[in-house]
């Protein structure tokens, strides 16, 4: 075990890929044809107060660093 020492905050990331809804949409898409669906996006507004476009860089080591 190796629990966070008292006050401590960690945050565990389990991912190894990110995407962007964009990118989802196209796997989405991909997986529908090959079951012989006829799939389409459709652009909606943003309902989100943050920017449409931002860097996001999220680490996933610490999970890692524990062994």
């Known amino acids: 075990a190796n629990p966070a020492n008292p006050g401590?905050?960690?945050?565990?990331?389990q991912f190894t890929e990110q995407f962007s809804v964009?990118?989802?949409a196209k796997v989405v898409i991909k997986?529908?044809?090959k079951?012989?669906?006829e799939v389409r996006t459709i652009n909606v507004p943003n309902p989100r107060v943050e920017a449409e476009e931002h860097y996001y860089n999220a680490k996933h080591t610490?999970?890692?660093?524990?062994?």
């Not at 401590?8 to 990331?13: D, G, I, K, P």
């Not at 610490?62 to 062994?67: A, P």
């Open 8 to 13: 401590e905050f960690r945050v565990f990331n």
């Open 31 to 33: 997986a529908g044809e």
């Open 35 to 37: 079951l012989g669906l």
């Open 22 to 24: 964009n990118d989802l």
């Open 62 to 67: 610490k999970l890692m660093e524990l062994g």
